[in-house]
């Protein structure tokens, strides 16, 4: 670390925006990776099912642009967490997935799968006219 100026206050409010950055950070891959994971979830498993194919390319497509771009410009604008301060430093070799974040990743996305899947089911059982 340098210090441009004599204030220590510097290094602080360094490490108050690092913090925050990073706390962002992992929100957003938390939220993304849940959100991909459904997808990829409903993908695999709806042929096993004898599912037709849930999405297309085009629908992949929109899914992204609107579930990833927004969402990620709002986490860059996120307020610290309270207490951000008091908390200790984190290992410098912990991953970013730690503390149940791939558990979260995992579970939300097969929820989302099975929301898909039984709504795709319904759909197909109601034999909706396509338009």
Same mark, same amino acid.
């Given at each position: ?13 360094? &490490?108050?925006?690092?913090?925050? !950055?990073? %706390? ?12 991909? /994971? @459904? ?20 629908? &992949?497509?929109?899914?992204?642009? !609107?579930? %990833? ?12 967490? /309270? @207490? ?12 970013i997935f ?7 990743i995992l579970w ?24």
């Open positions: 670390m340098i210090l441009l100026e004599d204030n220590f206050a510097s290094i602080v409010k360094a &490490i108050r925006t690092g913090r925050r !950055i990073y %706390d962002n950070i992992r929100k957003f891959i938390k939220d993304t990776m849940s959100s991909n /994971s @459904g997808e990829i979830w409903t993908l695999l498993f709806a042929p096993f099912l004898g599912l037709p194919t849930p999405l297309l390319p085009a629908h &992949i497509l929109w899914i992204k642009l !609107i579930t %990833d771009g927004l969402p990620g410009l709002a986490f860059t604008a996120e307020p610290a967490e /309270s @207490g951000i301060m008091s908390r200790a430093p984190r290992p410098p070799r912990e991953s730690a503390h149940g974040m791939w558990q979260h939300v996305g097969l929820f989302v799968a099975a929301i898909s899947i039984v709504a795709q089911t319904w759909a197909i059982g109601r034999k909706v006219a396509h338009w």
